[in-house]
């Protein structure tokens, strides 16, 4: 089984995995890499250089960089922004050429580990990392970074609770409760075990 | 006269009314339900099960998914995001494939009233009603249900004023006054009445 | 040198200019005016009466409307709105179809000055003007004019510093000191000389 692309769909890179289907109007540009068993929605851009894992959803508009890269099973919500640069000026600009000409001077990275969601239309400064099976809240800010299991809402985000990886949050101080949802027991360090091995 | 799609668009859906526009690189699926004399522009997506009413203009980039409805004289500004799930996880994660089998576990509805407008960048969570002829402030992101006529800023949003069928906000207090704009004048239940009617 | 178009993109423009580069399933509308060595990234939009200059780069999905000017050397994050209409409403709705039959009753015009940037997914309201050389960080809100070399950042989006002409925020009380990065000087009036004046 190879990947699938949508007649009106962009793949052009070499290093797509099997099972993962593009949808219309996307565009995955020369070097950039994705996994297995993803689904890449309409508009959305993966850019050479960008790393998608397996079983990556990116809902439509989401654009992933280079610099960016998103671990096995991470969703992206629709038009969520990641960003690779701190400090951006128009590249074309004659006092900033100097730096746009060596990506060291500033390219920066962003990693979202296993599992993390990411609300729609939130907004993912670079620099940071999100740790796995977090979630950031639809339309937050999220300027370092965040804890496994984390909740986050806000702009910027803060923690606001702690999820279980099926993704439901857990009721305040639930962090030592099983989640209602699943029964996921908490491990003792706070963090969900994944469904597999809490059974 | 049927409907207008441009060369680059895909219209898959035998739902779209008489006399409504379909931009460039917009898509609108098979068994989505547009109405009469809608403007969708450009990156624009309406999915499969979306219900779209009479009148309505979707700016640029929006999406309007599944469990959507957007009454009739809707205006959704460009990359307003709506939202479909409230715990999302990537459905090819194996932890989570039973939930995404069935739509039930996941999926959750909204409502977009007769007349309301959605600013631009704004996100909608899902579950919520928007309050007919409501209007939702550029950026802001909707937690909770929206009373009719009502004007909410902010994350999340709430709300700071009324306005009129028209659309601008009435002075504080004015619930009581005509609107400066357009003389509608006030209910008594602090709702006004169209145009039409009030006249 | 003529302008570059993707195979995918639409120019319709015949004012684009030399060295311009429009990307896959952008859109360049007629009349719309765009200087030259510019980069127009995958999903923008470019619409009929708005004005871009020299060397300015619009990053993927943003639109820029009618009534927006953007100077030379402007960059545009990812997924940013702008607007042009203070009070929207669907102009299909009965109500306020006069309102739109005439530009003079809804069109606001932005301006964003030389060498300004916007970060990824915020918001500009219609009828501010950006100063030269301000930073609008990621997913703020832009609700009024923003002095020169202002960073701005929240929702609304407040001053919480200066930058430099090449990007970088300047230490607190910075204005009448050299930007560590560049050594450009602070002028007196607490704007920044460009590097070429500055040295």
């Not at 797509?16 to 068993?37: D, P």
């Amino acid at each position: 089984m190879s990947c699938y692309a949508h007649p009106t769909a962009l793949v052009e890179s070499e290093a797509v995995g099997s099972g993962t289907r593009v949808w219309a109007y996307a565009h995955v540009l020369k070097n950039a890499q994705v996994g297995e068993n993803c689904n890449i929605g309409d508009h959305a851009f993966v850019e050479s250089g960008a790393v998608v894992g397996n079983n990556v959803t990116l809902k439509n508009h989401v654009c992933v960089w280079e610099g960016v890269t998103l671990e096995d099973d991470v969703f992206v919500g629709p038009q969520v922004a990641f960003t690779n640069d701190r400090y951006p000026r128009s590249p074309r600009m004659a006092e900033v050429r100097g730096r746009y000409a060596d990506k060291n001077l500033w390219l920066v990275k962003t990693v979202v580990e296993q599992g993390c969601s990411i609300g729609a239309n939130a907004t993912i400064i670079c620099g940071v990392r999100l740790g796995r099976y977090c979630v950031i809240a639809a339309g937050a800010i999220v300027t370092k970074d965040v804890e496994p299991f984390a909740l986050m809402m806000g702009s910027p985000a803060r923690r606001v609770g702690t999820v279980c990886v099926c993704g439901e949050p857990l009721a305040a101080g639930g962090e030592s409760k099983s989640c209602s949802n699943c029964q996921a027991k908490a491990a003792e360090n706070g963090h969900f075990q994944s469904h597999g091995s809490a059974r």
